[in-house]
């Protein structure tokens, strides 16, 4: 892949998640795929309060409930030098809250030392079960790299898990606490977490440095045993409908950008309507009176 222009855009492949989450990869503020989802789903003034360069008081809080899942991603794609195991066996004491205190500030994931064997449990699964396979998932690649770009105006920024070393597919492992069924996982979760905008804005970054979008495959992994795993990629369709969605997204970030104006919701009244469900349930509640 060819690195782009200046000292900004590019293919940057040493960057620290710490400074990627910062957004400290250029000299100003860029739009991620997190970004765009906070603007399709709530405000460009919530968007505004959930950026690192914008949100003067901004903090990265860290749920302690995602913790085997990141860490799973983490030592996947980078090794036990991720994670920090507190030999606890809870968090009740002032000790080990101190030692999981003292793990965040130094950049690693702080895990109980039954919850890392669980970690393990699940490596072992994954692995298992991409052995089998005739794809090479997270083969013949790199992990973590960082891409800048410009569209439309906008500088953005993306986190490959997985980029193959010809740049024809990217992979991403995604945990789940739900099911991992490929039914069951596009129908409820996809769509929810974006995993639809991530992958045609991940594929539109590296299209920009080599011409060609890659394919972007999810390895999705439940996180209670037997830790099934299932390959889920995009069709066009879906890939057709996230492109108008990030293209609407770059849009309004542009705009916001140069006006510095962030609105929240619509300030015209918005009129509800009598959903069919609601009617219903009131003419049941109605009937039944009246059969009384």
Known sequence: MNVGHGTT???????????????????????????????????????????????????????????????????????????????????????????????????????????????????????AQLAVRDDALFENGKPETTLVWEERGVTLRARLDWLLDDESEIHDLKTTSRSANPESWCRSTLFNIGADVQAALYSRGVAVFTGARPEFKFVVCETEAPYPVSVIAMGPDVLTLADKKIDWALDLWRRCLETDTWPAYDSRIHYAELPTWEESRWLARELREVAA
Request: proline share 5%.
């Open 9 to 127: 855009l590019g293919v940057l492949p040493s960057v620290s998640a710490d400074a990627y989450h910062a957004d400290q990869v250029t000299d100003g503020p860029t739009l991620s795929k997190s970004i765009i989802q906070i603007l399709l789903n709530a405000s460009p003034a919530h968007a505004r309060h959930a950026h690192p360069r914008l949100n003067q008081n901004f903090e990265r809080k860290e749920e302690q409930r995602f913790d085997v899942g990141n860490c799973v991603h983490q030592v996947f794609l980078e090794g036990i030098d991720a994670v920090a195991v507190i030999p606890f066996d809870d968090w009740r004491t002032k000790a080990a809250k101190d030692e999981r205190d003292a793990a965040r500030d130094a950049g690693k994931i702080p895990l109980l030392a039954r919850d890392y064997e669980r970690v393990e449990e699940m490596l072992v699964a994954v692995r």
